[in-house]
């Protein structure tokens, strides 16, 4: 499912507390899920007791569900109810509704994925290379992740993980790509999330291989511990000259580093 044109809203109207005796309960959901297109609208209720649902109603196939011997009583009494059966209508104008209302807002609740492509496997000889591209703490959970080759679709050669929790309500997924290399090419990863109105594009810069990006980035930490270790000197030497020396500091904001750096 796409996230962007099908964005999932599950509002809860009513977890409400009917009943509370010796540590059993029973509570009634209601759930709109409402497509941004507001052409998909599916309307369900349920009643659960003592945390086991009894049963639940969908308003897609218009029918009382029994889970449980009693909520199967319960669903055969109200699937002959004509006053409770007609109210189908009313209640998707009322997910309809809230659609018009939360929907054009939902970007806002959505987190934007943080997306890195990285070299897996450099080509050599008759094998592949592999790329991955990997989305971290997302939220909602739909996403979808396509590979371009100069523009174009990649269909082959792909496999992706199952979208994994990563705490905190935040998702993860990866999707790796095969190919061997072509000079001058544009490889991309279009990940296409509700937290974007439109699709987000990240390209694979090849300009350096992955040994080289190490040794860069080692050397860079060498330096910043090399100036770190020079400075301490400084101050040690001029508090033993006068005793007492106050180093004037300024705070400079750090640059993040790209996609293409951190690979």
Not at 103 to 123: F, Q, Y
Not at 184 to 197: R, T
Not at 210 to 223: F, N, Q
Not at 234 to 255: A, D, H, N, S, W
């Amino acid at each position: 499912m796409n996230a962007k044109i099908n964005y999932s809203l599950a509002a809860v109207f009513l977890s409400a507390l009917f009943e509370t005796v010796h540590a059993y309960y029973t509570y009634a959901q209601i759930q709109c899920h409402v497509s941004d297109s507001l052409q998909k609208i599916e309307f369900i209720f349920s009643v659960t007791y003592n945390m086991i649902e009894l049963v639940r109603y969908n308003s897609t196939e218009d029918t009382f569900f029994g889970y449980t011997a009693i909520g199967q009583k319960f669903a055969e009494e109200y699937n002959k109810d004509e006053v409770l059966l007609a109210q189908h209508d009313f209640v998707l104008n009322q997910c309809r509704e809230l659609g018009d209302v939360i929907l054009p807002n939902a970007v806002w609740l959505a987190v934007k994925p943080e997306v890195i492509i990285r070299s897996v496997t450099e080509a050599k000889g008759n094998r592949k290379a592999v790329l991955v591209c990997s989305a971290y703490d997302f939220y909602p959970k739909g996403i979808k992740l396509t590979w371009m080759r100069d523009d174009k679709k990649v269909t082959a050669e792909l496999t992706s993980s199952e979208v994994m929790a990563d705490g905190h309500w935040h998702y993860q997924i990866h999707s790796y790509l095969e190919y061997f290399p072509q000079t001058g090419e544009k490889i991309s990863c279009v990940v296409d999330h509700a937290s974007s109105l439109k699709p987000m594009i990240y390209y694979w810069d090849p300009s350096l291989p992955e040994s080289e990006r190490s040794k860069i980035i080692l050397g860079a930490v060498g330096l910043l511990m090399g100036i770190f270790t020079a400075a301490a000197g400084v101050i040690y030497y001029k508090r033993k000259q006068t005793g007492f020396y106050r180093l004037p500091v300024c705070l400079l904001p750090m640059e993040t580093m790209n996609d293409t750096e951190l690979q």
